[in-house]
């Protein structure tokens, strides 16, 4: 049994005085335990929408979508989910940010500490436990953010262009640490982006979707092995898949510019 | 450094002040309608010494907190359940619009017929003069939090009572805590203006008290004393606000 399942999905909006527009149309796409599958498209795809609907944050129109073989009926702890503008908590220190979804999990208060250590030094963030969002980077507080998520213990993780606020050079240092996060714990994870580069480098398999109305015109597997590091970008076979899915995108790309 | 900072800052007031206490000995300003300072600073001594600043201080601040705080109490959770809840909404939001701008001292005859010279009537009017401004800084700031914040919380296990209070309404702190900032300063005119109408104690019944038996001097340190307790009470919350607010870096 696929671990994550959209079957024959399909989303529309309604303004007022006007025709529906369809965001998602007949999408379909299973990912399985372990995976690491991009969602990729120009803006107004529908690819965070996606997201949304598994995330139980916007409510399924028509279609299935099933984690684990059960229909999603709104949010989760579960579903992990990282947003791009990180969604912390600006009141809330480092630690308390960290702590807040452990608050309800049933841990005594020494073990929730721990936990919460463990996931600041897993993010190296060792000596800004009492800064509050305010004073950090922008990528530190999406560092904070998946920390944050990571430590309740997910079954699958959901990033909505988690790097697309971050400057390029910061951006390449959180493709590293994710990548070694997964390494240590492998993690379904489901990841919207319209960066081709970003989508290559990290996947398993790349969703590529088209606009208006949003479908999967395509999925292709990345078959790099396991990623040692940022040299892997500069390979032939590495190039040839951004190419090939940046020829897929662009089409859509152009169009959506209109 | 800090002092002459402090005194250049302050000067102004000085100024005036000492403008006050010249304007009516060289005859400038009739010294029945407006005494020399220092006349005035020696009824606010006498005031003191009597007692009755006290009391009617008391009395009068009594009134403010009651009212100011039975107006958070109920404003703040009515408007975030009106921000969030769209029943809540149809049915308090008419009566918000409707009322906002209604001058709530057109009230103290009706709460003078109905509650009488007691502390009621004043409490009453301070609560629905301060009920809308922090009900509406509630309602606007919680409308405004980034859905994607309350979406983090609900994937954290949370259920809607915990996210509206737990992670709405502080994240609409700033917002809430102008409004309320606004709220006490309101409070003050009611409370003095209502005790003028309709009351037997409290410091606007002080000033009206000696305002009418042509004690001008101790009507004036009255009017002074109101006039410090609104800075301090003002100073005192932008000191908490600040302090609560801290994570803004």
Redesign the interface.
Known sequence: MSQIVFDAVRHGYRTKGRAEMVALSDVNLTVEQGEFVSLLGPSGCGKSTLL?LL???VPLQSGRILMEGKPVT????D???V?Q?F?L????TVRQNIA??LE?QGLTAQARTERVQQFIDMVQLRGFEDS????LSGGMRQRVAIARTLA?DPRVLLMDEPFGALDAQTREIMHEELLAIMRRTPMTTIFVTHDVREAVYLSDRVAVMSSRPGRIKEVVTIDLGPRTGPDIMKSAKFNEYVEYLWSQVKTDAVKAMQ | MRLIDFLIRWSPLAILALAWEAAPRLGLINPQSLPPLSVVAVSLWQLAASGDLLTNGLQSLWRLVAGLGLAILIGVPLGAAMASNRIVNVIVAPIARALYPMPKSALIPVLLLWLGLGNASKITLIFLGCLLPVLMSAYNGVRGV????L????????GPLSVLFG?AV??A?PELLAGIRSALALSFVLLVSSEFLMARDGLGYLISFLGDGGAYAPMFAAVIVVSSLGFAADRLFLGLMRRML????
């Open positions: 949304y995330g139980g944050f709104g949010p989760g702890p579903r992990g989910v947003f503008n969604a908590f600006p009141w809330k807040y979804g309800r509050f969002p305010s004073q309740v | 980034e859905p994607v914040m979406w983090s919380a609900r994937s954290f296990g949370r992670v502080p994240a702190m801290a994570w803004r870096g």
